[in-house]
C-alpha cells in the first residue's frame, strides 16, 4: 500500500541549531514533492517545491532534497529560532495535475 | 502573492443543521480547488476536486450527498457539510493552485473552518 512517512514524535531543538526533518514515502513516483508549515487552527503555507529531476533545493535558511532512489526527502532549516515552531508536512503529487497527497506532519519546537 | 480565503473560521451548531463553507481565491482565478478535512493531530485528508463549471470528483469514502461542492465561479468554491451530526465535527480547510489543475504549482490554503456539531 502507499504511505508517506514523517516522525510523528515531535523535535525538540536549541535555538541556532539545524533542524532535519524526514519523509520516506513507499509505492508512490511523484514527479515532485512539497513541503510545507502549519501552525495550530491555521491552514498549511507552502515553503518548498523539489522536482523529481532536482537533488536539493534552498530558499533563505531552508534546504530541501529529494533522493527518489531511497524514496525520501530531507527538510532542514539552518540557524532555527523559536518562530520555527510548528507543525511540518510534506507532500507528494499523487495523480493528475496538483492532487496531493500528504503526510501525517512532525512538529517542531525549537528552544531559547 | 496568492491568498484564499475561506469563511466562517468556526462554526457551532445543532446537529441535523446544514453548514456552507465557502472559499475563494482573492488575487488569481482558481479552475480547481481542494477540499480537505483534518482530524486532531492527523494529517489533511482530501476530500474532492472542486472545478469550476463541472461536478466535482470525491474520493473513496466521501459521501457526495453529505459534502455538496459547487464552484460556480473562477474565484468561489463552496462546500456544504448536509444534515451535520456530531461526527462530521472537524477542521475543514481548501486550498487552490495558480494555473489550474495541470500547472503543477503549489497549493495555496485557506485558513481553515472548525465545525463543531452539538
Known amino acids: 500500500s502507499q504511505k508517506i512517512e514523517q516522525n510523528s514524535e515531535a523535535l525538540n531543538i536549541q535555538e541556532g541549531k539545524t533542524a532535519t526533518l524526514t519523509c520516506n514515502y513507499t509505492?508512490?513516483?511523484?514527479?515532485?514533492l512539497q513541503w510545507y508549515r502549519q501552525d495550530p487552527g491555521r491552514g498549511p503555507v507552502f515553503l518548498l517545491l523539489?522536482?523529481?529531476?532536482?537533488k536539493e533545493k534552498r530558499k533563505e535558511r531552508l534546504k530541501v532534497t529529494f533522493d527518489t532512489t531511497l524514496k525520501q526527502s530531507l527538510f532542514h532549516i539552518t540557524a532555527s529560532q523559536p518562530a520555527d515552531s510548528a507543525t511540518y508536512l510534506c507532500?507528494?503529487?499523487?495523480?493528475?495535475?496538483?492532487?496531493?497527497?500528504f503526510g501525517g506532519g512532525t512538529r517542531l519546537m525549537v528552544k531559547p | 502573492g496568492a491568498v484564499v480565503s475561506q469563511h466562517p473560521s468556526r462554526v457551532i451548531c445543532k446537529s441535523g443543521t446544514s453548514v456552507k463553507i465557502e472559499c475563494r481565491s482573492l488575487?488569481?482565478?482558481?479552475?480547481?480547488m481542494f477540499w480537505y478535512r483534518q482530524f486532531p493531530k492527523q494529517s489533511l485528508m482530501l476530500m474532492a476536486t472542486?472545478?469550476?463549471?463541472?461536478?466535482?470528483?470525491?474520493e473513496q469514502g466521501v459521501e457526495k450527498d453529505k459534502f455538496l461542492i459547487n464552484h460556480a465561479s473562477l474565484t468561489l468554491s463552496t462546500l456544504t457539510v448536509t444534515s451535520a451530526h456530531p461526527e462530521d465535527s472537524s477542521f475543514y480547510i481548501c486550498?487552490?493552485?495558480?494555473?489550474?489543475?495541470?500547472?503543477?504549482?503549489?497549493?495555496?490554503f485557506g485558513d481553515g473552518t472548525r465545525l463543531s456539531i452539538l
Open positions: 486550498s487552490a493552485a495558480e494555473g489550474g489543475q495541470y500547472s503543477n504549482q503549489p497549493q495555496h
Open positions: 509505492n508512490y513516483s511523484p514527479a515532485y
Open positions: 523539489i522536482r523529481e529531476n532536482e
Open positions: 507532500a507528494l503529487s499523487a495523480g493528475a495535475g496538483n492532487m496531493l497527497t
Open positions: 488575487d488569481f482565478q482558481a479552475t480547481t
Open positions: 472542486s472545478n469550476e463549471g463541472s461536478k466535482a470528483t470525491y
